[in-house]
């Protein structure tokens, strides 16, 4: 077979894409603008620390065992569940909720607050759960052709669930709880969506159904980066050539065919099809000069909140700090509601600790910690300065020290800052937006930009801002649904 494929970007979606049509027999080759693949899905490793610079555990693992099983491998990488999920620790509260998937475990927790909470819970997933099962393979796990395909896919989903559509993700957890912990609780997953709890549609609660229920959150054994090191190990026995600091910003199309795309350099690379795994949305505005996508458009769509990470290595063990922490302030809803505009209400921030070297002691130096921080901030339409950053995460720092009863700033001996910035330049996120275009109900499914161009024939693109939409899984979901697109092009 002599149909050949060229991948633009290393990210996940890119990667697990090029696996599946080289075990296919296409010839695949893939060309990234940074120096080593993964995209945000990556590693930095500085000053004797490891860190992972983005996801830093994951969910719906049968998705990776199926991705595995359709290309005749072992996963090329090792999991365990979370056990519990993650700890929630509030300002205002002096005990620290532990997210555990038996029920009745998470239930006694809050036995003070919510004494009800167990069956409040049983019955909310329950619903939860009734729409992911009503929904994942009808709609999440399809290629549409059209809108009106779409929109008449939807219309064979069970009408129990339309009032979801109308609500908020925190409405809807409302319903179901009193309390004002297992409200913010129950809905911290609302943020991996890259929005906050108070704009996201109340159908992503299905997302409580895969963490507390279906499957639940996963480790991998030496870091998330191993995900990428074990597709990158089976890329290369199928012999795929990736080039590395090599950037596309322009093209070569005659009629309706892409005959090459051009990097950096000048350099022209051409293939039978073009997958691009940069954002869907950019991608189209920046090198193909769309006029749906010019600037202007892009910044009337609506996008995912920055994230502002910072990756600290201390030479102190924290004993105290578990694996996965969420840490809340007083004022949960006044920052959630005004986080995407008003930079001021990073005084008192909700934001993410993960330390990674906890059960992977080679990520840290002996007696060392390695730390990730990430927390939810404006992205660079609303804040577009960041000289105030150093302010910030040594706000957080004192804040985090403070809760865990240990002065950390003397025990630093490693620090890396990525604000918006930094996220904008080294992954072309537009205004720096940590996930893409947001989830909101003109841009899902078919209202997403699409997988497959609209001007090329052989133009197709995978990843977070195209169908189905962000995160790890659904990048591996995405992929299968960019993978099918271009085997229906080859036919």
């Known amino acids: 077979m002599n149909k050949s494929v060229l991948i633009v970007g290393a990210g996940i979606g890119g990667l697990a894409t090029a696996l599946r049509l080289a075990k296919k027999g296409y010839k695949v080759e ?55 999920l993650y700890s929630v620790h509030f300002s205002d509260n002096p005990q620290t909720f532990f997210l555990h998937k038996d029920i009745q475990k998470l239930a006694e927790q809050f036995k003070d607050v919510e004494p009800d909470f167990e069956e409040k819970m049983r019955n909310y997933l329950a619903k939860s759960g009734a729409l992911f099962h009503d929904t994942v393979d009808l709609v999440i796990k399809q290629n549409f052709d059209s809108v009106w395909a779409y929109l008449w896919t939807l219309m064979r989903v069970n ?54 229920k279906h499957d639940g959150y996963y480790n991998v054994e030496g870091g998330m980066y191993r995900i990428v090191e074990g597709i990158l190990s089976e890329l290369k026995k199928e012999q795929v050539q990736i080039t590395y600091n090599t950037e596309i910003v322009d093209y070569v199309a005659k009629g309706g065919r892409l005959e090459c795309v051009v990097d950096n350099l000048g350099k022209r690379w051409s293939a039978d099809v073009v997958l691009i795994n940069g954002d869907a949305a950019v991608f189209r505005s920046r090198v193909f000069k769309r006029k749906k996508y010019a600037v202007e458009k892009l910044d009337q769509m609506t ?16 004993p105290q700090v578990n694996h996965h922490n ?5 004022n949960f809803e006044e920052y ?54 150093e302010e910030i995460v040594d ?18 001996v490693s620090k890396t800052i990525y604000t918006p910035l930094e996220w904008e330049k080294q992954f072309n996120l537009h205004r720096g937006s940590g996930l893409g275009l947001a989830h909101n109900m003109n841009q899902i499914g078919a209202f997403r930009p699409s997988n497959f161009d609209e001007k090329f024939k052989n133009v197709f693109y995978v990843g977070a801002s195209t169908i189905p939409g962000a995160g790890l899984p659904m990048a591996i979901i995405s992929s299968k649904l960019a993978s099918e697109r271009i085997e229906s092009f080859f036919q």
């Open 30 to 84: 893939i060309v990234e603008k940074n120096g080593q693949a993964g995209g945000r899905l990556n590693q930095i490793k500085k000053d004797g620390f490891t860190f992972d610079t983005g996801p830093s555990f994951f969910s719906m693992s049968f998705e990776f065992e199926e991705f595995a099983r359709e290309c005749g491998i072992e996963l090329p990488f090792k999991y365990v569940a979370l056990d519990p």
């Open 159 to 212: 009408p129990v669930h339309l009032p979801v559509l109308f609500r908020t993700f925190w409405q809807e957890v409302k319903r179901h709880f009193t309390s004002q912990e297992a409200r913010q609780i129950v809905s911290l997953v609302a943020f991996f969506l890259g929005r906050t709890p108070f704009d996201t549609m109340a159908i992503y609660t299905l997302l409580s159904y895969t963490e507390f």
């Open 303 to 318: 996008w995912t909140m920055g994230y502002l990470t910072f990756y600290i290595g201390v030479k102190c063990k924290l």
């Open 326 to 330: 969420y840490y809340v302030g007083s």
């Open 336 to 389: 959630a509601n005004g986080i995407l505009e008003h930079p001021d209400t990073l005084e008192k921030p909700y934001y993410y600790v993960n330390v990674l070297s906890k059960y992977n002691e080679e990520c840290a130096p002996e007696g060392c910690e390695s730390l990730l921080f990430v927390c939810p901030v404006p992205n660079l339409l609303h804040k577009p300065n960041w000289d105030d950053k």
């Open 395 to 412: 706000s957080i720092l004192a804040d985090f020290s403070q809760r865990i009863g240990k002065e950390l700033t003397a025990e630093i």
